[in-house]
């Protein structure tokens, strides 16, 4: 069964494909009514975060933006990325280059 993981809380996604398109479209058309009371902003990253399990180009978009975090993590945070178990970059030296 697909689900996603949001720290230590797991959300259920339908088991069919159709199903979850259908569902992360709705929450990023809803999401763009934002300024309404019970609708929200947060609800376009969480339907982003539903359809990059159905198509490539999302998924890219998706692996590329946590590529992105993880490294401004590592560069302007290095405290908080130990903390959360990701390893020092190591730096390149001359010693290095074959």
Do not use: C, N
Not at 53 to 63: H, V
Request: hydrophobic share 50%.
């Amino acid at each position: 069964m697909k689900e996603i993981r949001i720290g230590k809380w797991r959300i259920p996604l339908p088991r069919r494909r159709a199903g979850r398109i259908l569902v992360g479209i709705l929450l990023v058309i809803l999401g763009f009514f934002g300024f309404l009371p019970v609708l929200g902003f947060w609800m376009i990253p969480l339907g982003l975060g539903i359809l990059s399990y159905d198509i490539a180009q999302i998924r890219r978009l998706r692996r590329r933006f946590s590529i992105w975090l993880h490294r401004l993590i590592q560069r302007r945070f290095p405290a908080l990325a130990r903390r959360f178990g990701q390893r020092a970059r190591q730096e390149k030296t001359s010693d290095d280059v074959p």
